[in-house]
């Protein structure tokens, strides 16, 4: 459009020029006066259309400047633009944002007291582009880690710097590097126990049919750890990306702990541990029988593992309502956990101090699967430490609404 007008008074203006000198020399104007007011006329209808292309010009830079704006302030990345002396001349919300910036309006770089902010300065006004990764401590957040790209532009001399937060990429990261060492680690034993009595058996051990028996069980046995151990690597990954089949039906969960309870009894017997659960008759929730079950499973092999083995040993399983949930808890007298593993104990493979001193085995995947499990199906899970002794593992679960 701005094209256009400017075309359009060009033709204008040139058209008039040359009706008026056209008119100078037939003679149409009988005396200077009549000229000077027409050349006065001519000038004043010149100034308006350029005062007025002017003005609509303005009017859309100004509008691709907003719509500029309103693009970076949507930018998940921090954009700030400074001159070569350090003087910010935009930053958009998401810089803020990282920064926990209220305003940078009329400051410099060096008035933010950021020192690798600084230091990026420095270094592009010295070689122009610029990467840096760096850690800052936020007043109310945790430790961010971030990524800045600063760069001197060539067009305007401005400096642009672009900042990305990426703790969680580095998060994710860690967790890799985590998940193959603590896979490793549990692969370790078995496939080492595995090895050496497939060797003694090579070895003659087999001819003995006392030995080979003996031999032959722990294969076995280790064999089921690490098939035990794929199954919930399976489990784990068709529940992160939502492959895993859930059938929510009205259901009353007293009927499957009394269930996972029952299945429970030689296990818990053998170690002379009592598992004491009293049903109430309470709503129904909306939930996948299946899914409860193996959650409940889980809490309970969890419980009756830690529980020492005596005549005192005891798992309560207490099921109450709190609001528009079902909260089942299962509480053990085990080693217990403390207050900075509670936040932990429900990723893949983590397993406290006191637990790997224990030298109980596990694979450290079946709370991770109880907390995903839980999580799919619109509830909460949570872990407490008992007053004396032992932990409170507890879940909850919608309830239905017919």
């Not at 910010?88 to 770089?109: H, P, Q, R």
């Not at 207490?318 to 593993?341: A, M, N, R, T, Y």
Request: charged share 25%; hydrophobic share 40%.
């Amino acid at each position: 459009m701005f094209s256009f007008l400017r075309i359009f008074s060009v033709f204008l203006i040139s058209f008039i020029s040359f009706f008026l000198i056209q008119s100078y020399f037939d003679g149409a104007y009988s005396s200077n006066l009549e000229i000077s007011i027409t050349i006065i006329l001519f000038s004043l209808f010149s100034s308006l259309v350029v005062w007025r292309i002017s003005r609509i010009r303005i009017k859309l830079i100004a509008k691709q400047t907003d719509s500029f704006g309103s693009v970076l302030d949507n930018l998940g990345e921090g954009v700030l633009l400074a001159s070569t002396s350090g003087d910010i001349t935009y930053a958009n919300e998401s810089m803020l944002k990282i920064f926990e910036l209220k305003s940078v309006k009329n400051k410099n770089i060096n008035d933010l007291k950021i020192n690798a902010l600084k230091n990026m300065f420095k270094n592009a006004l010295k070689d122009g582009l610029f990467q840096y990764e760096f850690q800052i401590q936020g007043e109310s957040s945790n430790p961010k880690w971030l990524l800045g790209s600063i760069n001197r532009s060539k067009t305007t001399n401005e400096i642009i710097l672009v900042i990305n937060d990426v703790t969680e990429l580095r998060a994710n990261a860690s967790m890799r590097r985590d998940f193959i060492s603590n896979l490793s680690h549990e692969l370790r034993t078995p496939v080492s126990v595995i090895s050496a009595n497939a060797e003694t058996l090579m070895n003659g051990a087999i001819d003995n049919k006392k030995d080979a028996k003996t031999f032959s069980k722990a294969i076995l046995h280790n064999a089921e750890r690490i098939s035990g151990l794929v199954s919930d690597l399976i489990d784990l990954s068709r529940i992160d990306y939502g492959e895993i089949h859930l059938d929510l039906t009205e259901l009353n969960v007293c009927d499957v702990v009394s269930v996972v309870k029952d299945s429970h009894y030689s296990s818990a017997k053998r170690k002379g541990i009592n598992i004491n659960f009293i049903e109430k008759n309470l709503p129904n929730v909306l939930a996948d029988e299946a899914a409860v079950e193996r959650i409940m499973t889980n809490l309970l092999d969890n419980a009756i593992k830690y529980t020492k083995a005596n005549d005192e040993g005891e798992v309560e399983i207490e099921v109450k309502k709190e609001k528009d949930f079902i909260k089942v808890l299962v509480k053990d007298l085990g080693i217990g956990i403390q207050s900075s593993d509670q936040g932990q104990v429900f990723k893949r493979f983590y397993r406290t101090p006191d637990a790997r001193a224990s030298q109980k085995t596990g694979s450290g995947l079946g709370l991770a699967i109880v907390k995903n499990l839980t999580i799919s199906l619109g509830g909460q899970v949570g872990v407490m430490k008992r007053r004396n002794k032992g932990s409170i593992f507890w879940f909850t679960l919608p309830i239905y609404n017919s």
